[in-house]
């Protein structure tokens, strides 16, 4: 039970993380903006604004305490030991049904939320554009893509677990064999997530609309501000975004293989042409970036993971013992890559939390880097307008709380942008 109450307590540590945002939130909207956001609201949507934030506290507050009292549901009863007899100990069964009721329990309990905010409080400021039915095809086919997906790599981790002592002849191997092991579950691992890569695009097809832009002056533009860029675009593409919001977003989306600009209806049909080519010229700056010295360490970091499960596996017998300690403590008589899953990310989300903020950093650096592009190309006055614009339409936090920019923020905020922006028109 002390396990139990220790992972619990891992589980409540984003929440109380999360608690202390919202107090920071409040703190900096009693501040009037900066200079240079001071024109993106009027009195009156600014107003909107905080009542928009205001309406969204209690629903996100009560879904917060459902989560956190699903977790301890999870971990306090023999959850895990019904689901195991349930599945009479077969371990691809016990994963799948695991996977199953969790995602069932977690959908059931979202589902009210996710309606309520899109229905009443994204109407109440004319945000949303969806129907019900465009509304439960959506949530519907989120639930049915991430339920496979999540499942199929269970199965694969369960694989994994069940057959790595048998790989390695009980842990006693050499550490050449261990990297070897290692190199090929990486292997694995990354290609299941390239294909999980795929499949989610193609699940964004279904969801959106997606039509080639049609050929003239805009698409010739277009291919100029991406000519000499690093990674070639196969396709310059209009979806559908009309039909559910009214967000405004261009995007390049990078696969292997896949490179596409995706540029939102309504986007198109609202903004001047020099706004979308400026949005369109900080996307090509992406596709033109090369990597820092940053990057290569943040590779890096990767490489050092590898070694930590290379060293996982040399020393195979301690962490089995865990494992099996595991077991023991939710009452199982195997392995359940779920609930394994569960507690490394929780007991590792110190480490994990400090990698994310590293990794945010460097996002936010190629941001503004993207940015740069934009004003090199003179867009640099149409991408503030721009920006300033659609943070109104949409209701957006320009001035978040500068810790929170730093620890969380993968993109600039929208002071911090434009003031960057500024700096480089000066200096360009």
Request: aromatic share 12%.
């Amino acid at each position: 039970m002390i396990l139990r109450l220790i992972l619990l307590a891992f589980s409540a540590l984003p929440r109380l993380y999360t608690l202390f945002q919202m107090a920071l939130y409040d703190r900096k909207r009693q501040e009037p903006l900066p200079e240079e956001v001071r024109d993106v609201y009027t009195p009156e949507r600014w107003e909107q604004f905080l009542a928009y934030k205001q309406d969204q506290r209690v629903p996100n507050l009560l879904q917060m305490i459902i989560g956190f009292g699903l977790d301890a549901f999870v971990l306090l009863t023999p959850f895990y030991a019904w689901i195991e007899r349930l599945a009479h100990a077969n371990p691809y069964g016990t994963v799948i049904l695991t996977a199953a009721v969790i995602t069932a329990i977690d959908f059931l309990i979202g589902l009210p939320f996710a309606y309520y905010r899109t229905f009443t409080i994204e109407n109440r400021y004319g945000l949303n554009h969806k129907t019900k039915q465009v509304f439960f095809k959506d949530e519907l086919v989120e639930l049915v893509t991430g339920f496979v997906l999540n499942t199929a790599l269970y199965c694969l981790l369960q694989y994994i677990l069940i057959h790595l002592p048998a790989w390695t002849n009980n842990f006693s191997i050499s550490l050449v064999q261990s990297i070897g092991i290692s190199a090929a579950i990486v292997a694995v691992i990354a290609l299941f997530l390239v294909i999980a890569m795929f499949i989610s695009w193609k699940v964004m097809r279904i969801r959106y609309k997606f039509v080639p832009l049609e050929e003239g002056e805009l698409k010739q533009e277009i291919r100029k501000l991406i000519k000499g860029s690093r990674k070639k675009v196969r396709a310059i593409e209009v979806y559908n975004e009309s039909e559910k919001s009214t967000s405004k977003n261009a995007f390049v989306l990078k696969l292997p293989f896949i490179r596409t600009i995706g540029i939102a209806d309504n986007f198109l049909n609202e903004n001047s042409r020099r706004e979308l080519l400026a949005v369109l010229s900080h996307e090509a700056g992406h596709l033109k970036h090369k990597p820092t010295i940053w990057n290569y360490i943040n590779w890096g970091i990767y490489g050092l993971l590898f070694c930590l499960l290379t060293a996982v596996i040399s020393n195979g017998a301690y962490f089995a013992s865990l494992e099996q300690s595991l077991e023991q403590a939710f009452g199982l008589t195997g392995i359940n890559a779920v609930l394994t899953t569960a507690v490394i990310s929780w007991i590792g989300s110190p480490f994990l939390y400090l990698l994310s903020v590293f990794r945010t950093a460097v996002t936010r650096m190629e941001e503004y880097e993207a940015d740069r592009n934009a004003v090199k190309e003179g867009y640099g006055a149409e991408l503030i307008q721009t920006f300033k614009t659609l943070s109104s339409d949409e209701l957006v936090d320009v001035n978040p709380p500068e810790i929170i920019e730093m620890l969380e923020y993968d993109h600039p905020g929208m002071t911090s942008r434009i003031r960057a922006i500024h700096k480089a028109m000066e200096t360009n």
